[in-house]
């Protein structure tokens, strides 16, 4: 075996020891060397003399990688491959020959096999194919733990709420979903336009294709073009490679300008262009590409009174409001508070009652809160009682300390008398409990430094804070 079959030797065993082979051929020669060399290659494998009992073994066996032979007895290798896609679709296959011909080279793509070998074929170039198989399926692993990952950070894109204004979001989702009309979603910082924009991609006849989303505004001027339209080698200072845009990223699909209010003119303008002609130029090329892709924007600005301002352009404005959504504030529709609140507790914990995941103090004080930063800000507030409180239901201990703080103001409204000095020592008590005594963060919650804390706990218990 030559030195690069050695070093994909090493990989293999490393990046994948358990890839299981099915290698099925009737040459029994053939079957000897893979039966001893696999397994040196770091595979686990599994040998058929044809094609039947190759079929048989896939029902039994978690095969990852077919290794077969076309012309065998009982089934060719192609038909292996069809029948195997049925019983294991995420399958990868390889097929060997000694007579190559069109036909089954073209079923073999249909089939979506990974390599078509001819016969002779040498140990070090299965070995490297084996390799790249290899690494394939670590790359489609990675990207399904990716994948979720994502849900569980962002949810599975549920859009949550049957207030009659989402009611109405959804339907209007609906009805623009299966046209090809620009969109464009207003609506508050973090109230869900980004999960609208989503929907609507999801409900789409483009719904197989990518959605890649882009948020202008976090983009430097200057990167915006290339990021956008992509660029060729040399374009400007530091192109050192060409890049693909996102146009071009999302052929076929979705293209979620978000933030669109934060464009500077200058791209406002070659955007136009886009939309108006259906192609774009990579920064630095002569020749444009024609891309198909639906455009949704959103933004939380008063796009009409920056056209009104001259820094949006109203051409644009006219191009990308074919279609209108907003989507309405938290505070208008707090009656969806405890399913968002509910469905959000959910992407962190799996304990609990489903009905009774929140105290109904708890339930209340979120009610009771304005939601400036929008279902956003709410999850932010559940991700942080989720990590503090030990069992569920959640309660308003565990909620934020500005959430506590109005706690403790309304139970003194309520209270009878006290004086100033009780009340300081109420609240210094009060944070103490909830943060475990630890003193450094229950000075920075109540907004005084270390040394006037130990001097109040001083004051309280002298005896105790000098032996502390
Ligand atoms: N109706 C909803 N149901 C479930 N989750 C929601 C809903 N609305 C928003 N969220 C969640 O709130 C967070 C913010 O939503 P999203 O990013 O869609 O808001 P946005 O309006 O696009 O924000 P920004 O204005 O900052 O771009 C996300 O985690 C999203 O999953």
């Given at each position: ?345 959910r992407r962190n914990r799996r304990d609990g009652v489903d009905d009774q995941l929140f105290t109904p103090e708890a339930i209340a004080e ?103």
């Open positions: 075996m030559n030195q690069r079959a050695k070093s994909k030797t090493t990989a293999a065993k490393s990046d994948e020891a358990e890839m299981h082979i099915l290698f099925a051929d009737d040459e029994k020669s053939l079957q000897e060397v893979m039966r001893k060399e696999l397994p040196k290659l770091g595979y686990r494998v599994t040998i058929c003399p044809d094609g039947l009992t190759a079929l048989e073994t896939l029902k039994t066996e978690r095969i990852d990688c077919l290794l077969v032979d076309l012309h065998m007895p009982g089934l060719t290798g192609i038909e292996v491959i069809e029948k195997a896609r049925e019983i294991r679709p995420d399958v990868e296959a390889i097929i060997m020959t000694a007579n190559p011909d069109m036909e089954s080279a073209i079923q073999a793509i249909e089939y979506g096999t990974f390599m078509y070998l001819t016969k002779p074929t040498r140990l070090s170039e299965i070995a490297t194919i084996l390799g790249r198989v290899s690494e394939r399926r670590k790359g489609k692993r990675m990207m399904t733990a990716l994948m979720h990952r994502l849900q569980r950070a962002e949810g599975q894109g549920d859009l949550i709420g049957s207030h009659s204004s989402m009611e109405a979001v959804r339907k209007l989702i609906g009805r623009v979903s299966p046209t090809d009309s620009t969109v464009l979603i207003r609506g508050e910082t973090g109230c869900g336009k980004e999960l609208v924009a989503r929907a609507i991609h999801e409900q789409s006849l483009r719904a197989e294709k990518p959605f890649v989303a882009v948020n202008c505004g976090a983009l430097p001027e200057t990167l915006i073009e290339s990021e956008l339209f992509g660029h060729v080698k040399g374009a400007f200072t530091g192109a050192d490679t060409a890049r693909v845009g996102l146009f071009e990223v999302a052929s076929g699909g979705t293209l979620f300008l978000d933030e669109i209010g934060e464009l500077p003119l200058a791209v406002q303008a070659k955007l136009l262009r886009v939309l108006e002609t259906g192609d774009i130029r990579r920064l630095g090329d002569n020749e444009s590409i024609h891309v198909d892709v639906r455009i949704v924007c959103a933004t939380h600005r008063d796009l009409d009174k920056m056209v009104g301002e001259q820094t949006f352009r109203e051409d644009l404005m006219f191009r990308i409001n074919t279609f209108e959504l907003r989507v309405p504030p938290l505070r208008e529709r707090l009656d969806d508070l405890v399913s968002l609140a509910n469905h959000l507790i979120l009610k009771r809160h304005q939601w400036p930063g929008n279902v956003r800000e709410l999850a932010n507030v559940i991700e942080h009682a989720s990590v503090l409180c030990d069992a569920l239901p959640v309660g308003v201990e565990d909620l934020p300390s500005h959430f506590n703080q109005r706690k403790l103001r309304d139970d003194l409204i309520g209270s009878s008398p006290m004086s100033l000095r009780e009340i300081e020592q109420l609240a210094i008590e009060r944070s103490m409990k909830r943060l475990d005594g630890n003193k450094k963060a229950v000075a920075e919650e109540l907004g005084v430094s270390l040394k006037t804390l130990y001097n109040r706990l001083n004051d309280a218990a002298p005896a105790d804070a000098e032996a502390a």
